[in-house]
């Protein structure tokens, strides 16, 4: 079986900074996960929601998608997909930028950098948890840019219960769920 064709007329799909400039003036920058401000996500007429549920690569993944799904279920598995994607793209983004490691894995496991890595290692992972499940979807929807990118540009984020000195010095992009995305 054939995946469907990218239809070359389909409209353009919001990136974050629109989504962010079209939602409600009282939710200016918090894309709620229940209601989104846009309609979802979609690629060849399905959402990622559909793209995640589709997802059957289960124990198919290299080492840097493995690096990039731990990095969504330890930083955001209890966000929207949308929420989710963003973090890894984040992490995308970081790798490809120059200014961080190289390597997804690299980005990942940087000291000092995602709060779940201690001493450069990974915390043991439920993998017969759907949270599991689901990071590795969105780690695979991302790394293959099979959703439209929610986080151009972004290489940093927090969660909105701390409040690091360095978001001070940062552009913020935009609220998904419980992190704010900085460019």
Not at 38 to 55: E, F, K, N, S, W
Not at 92 to 119: D, E, H, K, M
Not at 156 to 164: E, I, K, L, R
């Amino acid at each position: 079986m054939t995946a469907p064709a990218v239809e070359p007329t389909a409209p353009p799909q919001p990136s974050l900074a629109d989504l962010v400039r079209t939602a409600p003036a009282q939710a200016s920058q918090q894309l709620a996960p229940a209601q989104p401000a846009q309609p979802p996500l979609t690629l060849a007429g399905r959402t990622l929601h559909d793209l995640v549920l589709a997802y059957v690569n289960y124990g198919n993944q290299d080492e840097e998608q493995l690096c990039l799904a731990k990095a969504v279920y330890f930083e955001a598995r209890g966000e929207s997909l949308e929420g989710q994607l963003a973090v890894a793209e984040v992490v995308l983004n970081r790798a490809r930028s120059g200014r961080f490691a190289s390597s997804v894995c690299g980005v990942v496991t940087q000291p000092a950098q995602f709060s779940f890595i201690r001493g450069g290692k990974f915390p043991a992972v439920d993998e017969s948890s759907d949270c599991w499940k689901k990071a590795l979807a969105i780690a695979d929807a991302a790394s293959k840019h099979l959703a439209a990118s929610l986080a151009p540009n972004v290489l940093w984020y927090h969660a909105t219960y701390v409040a690091p000195a360095w978001g001070r010095q940062k552009t913020r992009a935009a609220q998904i769920g419980t992190h704010i995305f900085y460019s």
